[in-house]
């Protein structure tokens, strides 16, 4: 082998080696009978591929490292330690957590940590935490775990990660554990038909209303999002959110403080009337005072390009819901 090649870095990835594979494709597409690969050069491919492994083990070692520290948070007695060294275990553990949801974004290492259990604990024991910032890394960890990951999804469901995250999401004091409680809810219910039956099953909708009716900025948004998103890709149950009186509630949100979430508020109204007598009924009702509403709402986001969305769903329920009942005097015509 030439002294370039023999003193070139072993790639670090697995990207690395397929490119070094491509590389040696183009090379060999000169002559018509390319020679056998050397036995130099059949070493140094393996030493290639060692430095890949060695990495892969390494991250495993890593996450198991991170769940030993997760274990002697969990294995310690409160309240007996001095304070000091209370707050070095947490920092230690919240530091573990993060490095988990950064390792676990590559989804090789998502299954890696599920089939160590490092799931099991964190729901055990991140999930039940005293401390808030334990408790939202933790819930952090699982989204990130489950993001388009079918076989983590399940197996979290099937451990019962749904009905503690939606618990966490409607009455957790800490604002951001709810927030990120909510991310994971979203992470296990969009696209998957299990997770979807279990949101149902335990009165998911419900939480989400209330999410859109606290405080708490980012879960108004999380929840409405996460509301549009369900109605879209699942009409089908329109008529169970229609039973809870969702359109009433909905329509209160509408009448709180202008906010950037009222288009995803107004884009879930407009699945509900959509091919539903039901919601076109509820949508109609004189007590509600909706289409004078929306007139307002549109006259006052015209001209404001950040709105054009909005702007858009109200002319869409309106047209939907009053078209034809009085004269168009609102500038809202199609």
């Not at 990835?13 to 690969?37: F, T």
């Not at 990660?161 to 800490?174: E, F, G, N």
């Not at 992470?187 to 299990?194: A, D, G, M, P, Y």
Request: glycine content about 8%; proline content about 4%.
């Amino acid at each position: 082998m030439a002294e370039d090649q023999r003193n070139r870095r072993h790639p670090q990835n697995l990207q690395g080696v397929l490119r070094l594979a491509v590389e040696a494709g183009s090379a060999a597409d000169g002559p018509a009978l390319p020679e056998p690969m050397s036995e130099e050069r059949k070493e140094w491919l393996k030493g290639a591929l060692a430095e890949v492994a060695k990495g892969q083990n390494s991250e495993v070692e890593q996450m198991k490292e991170c769940m030993r520290v997760l274990l002697r948070d969990g294995g310690c007695e409160r309240g007996r330690e001095g304070e000091e060294e209370g707050e070095d275990e947490e920092g230690e553990t919240e530091g573990a957590l993060e490095f988990l949801s950064e390792l676990c974004e590559n989804l090789d290492n998502a299954r890696d940590l599920m089939t160590l259990g490092g799931l099991d604990l964190c729901m055990s024991q991140c999930l039940n935490h005293p401390q808030g910032s334990v408790r939202w890394r933790g819930a952090q960890l699982i989204a990130s775990c489950a993001q388009n990951m079918p076989e983590v999804q399940c197996h979290l469901l099937s451990k019962g990660a749904l009905p503690k995250l939606l618990q966490l999401t409607d009455s957790d004091p800490h604002p951001t554990v709810r927030v990120k409680a909510l991310y994971a809810v979203s992470c296990l219910v969009r696209e998957q038909e299990v997770g979807l039956r279990a949101f149902l099953s335990h009165d998911g909708f419900s939480v989400l209303m209330r999410g859109m009716q606290s405080d708490n900025e980012k879960l108004r948004t999380k929840s409405s999002f996460l509301l549009l998103n369900l109605l879209t890709v699942h009409p089908e149950h329109k008529d169970t959110v229609l039973s809870m009186g969702m359109v009433q509630q909905l329509v209160s949100v509408l009448r709180t403080p202008h906010s950037s979430f009222h288009e995803h508020v107004l884009g879930a109204l407009c699945c509900l009337v959509e091919e539903s007598p039901l919601g076109l009924r509820d949508c109609q009702s004189p007590t509600l005072g909706l289409e004078e509403m929306l007139n307002q709402r549109a006259e006052d986001l015209q001209g404001r390009e950040e709105c054009q969305e909005e702007l858009e769903f109200c002319k869409r329920l309106r047209s939907a819901c009053f078209c034809g009942r009085q004269p168009d005097d609102s500038g809202m015509d199609r």
